[in-house]
């Protein structure tokens, strides 16, 4: 039997910016298969194309040249309102700055999630699951930042998205809850089936993905799949 095929897929995608009268060149011929059920970790340095990438896998940006397919159907030539339902209904997005809105409680900022997606989950349940249930009520200014980044993926999750990308989800937190925040995302990855893809310019992340890219100056440089994972409550650096 022929294997499946991929759920996403980037074939020779690249992405120029104009910058007055600058091109900058932040993807280049860049080839990419993601599986469902994908636990992938994309390593490189600021500036190697990383979060450009991930735009692109989320419908916020378009590729210059080259094509981007959902189950096998292009998604680089489609309308705004195409792309509005394909980021409400398919993706979610975990970053590194929470982007809570303040005057909403963690139940009220997952809720907000919820209230945009076609088959979510229940908001409470949710938070439970990222280990905030007894935080449900609280506001952002009184969480700390690890109360948050989880508030910030029960938003995310509770879409119930096929998809989850995450840009530098442990960048603004501290080792030891940015491990918690990753054990977040692999039980999000195993429990759901949700794909998951983290960016990141920590390369001991890289340890946790099933399946790891690295880049540099907008290419794919290396590939590594993973036959041992590393547990991320194990993970330092």
């Not at 896998?57 to 394909?86: I, Q, S, W």
């Not at 930042?145 to 993926?153: A, M």
């Not at 989850?164 to 501290?174: A, M, Y």
Request: negative net charge.
């Amino acid at each position: 039997m022929p294997a499946k095929e991929p759920l996403w897929k980037l074939e020779n995608v690249t992405k120029t910016y104009t910058m007055g009268q600058v091109q900058v060149t932040a993807l280049q011929e860049t080839t990419l298969e993601i599986w469902e059920g994908d636990l992938m970790v994309i390593l490189g340095p600021s500036g190697s194309g990383k979060t450009t990438l991930l735009n692109i896998l989320g419908g916020l940006d378009l590729p210059t040249m080259g094509r981007v397919l959902f189950e096998g159907e292009a998604l680089e030539g489609a309308d705004e309102k195409r792309l509005t339902a394909y980021r409400r209904d398919v993706v979610g997005f975990v970053f590194q700055f929470f982007n809570l809105i303040p005057d909403l409680t963690a139940v009220e900022n997952v809720a907000l999630g919820a209230h945009l997606a076609q088959n979510p989950l229940a908001p409470e349940e949710i938070l439970k699951e990222v280990g905030m249930a007894d935080r449900m009520g609280h506001f952002p200014a009184q969480m700390s930042g690890g109360e948050q980044q989880r508030v910030s993926i029960a938003r995310a999750v509770v879409k119930n998205p096929r998809l989850l990308l995450c840009d530098e989800p442990t960048g603004s937190l501290d080792c030891s809850t940015g491990r918690l925040i990753l054990s977040l995302l692999e039980k999000v990855n195993r429990t759901y089936g949700t794909t998951v893809v983290i960016v990141t310019h920590n390369a001991a992340i890289g340890g946790m993905g099933k399946r790891v890219a690295t880049m540099s100056s907008g290419r794919i440089v290396g590939w590594v799949e993973n036959p041992v994972l590393v547990p991320p409550e194990k993970i330092e650096w």
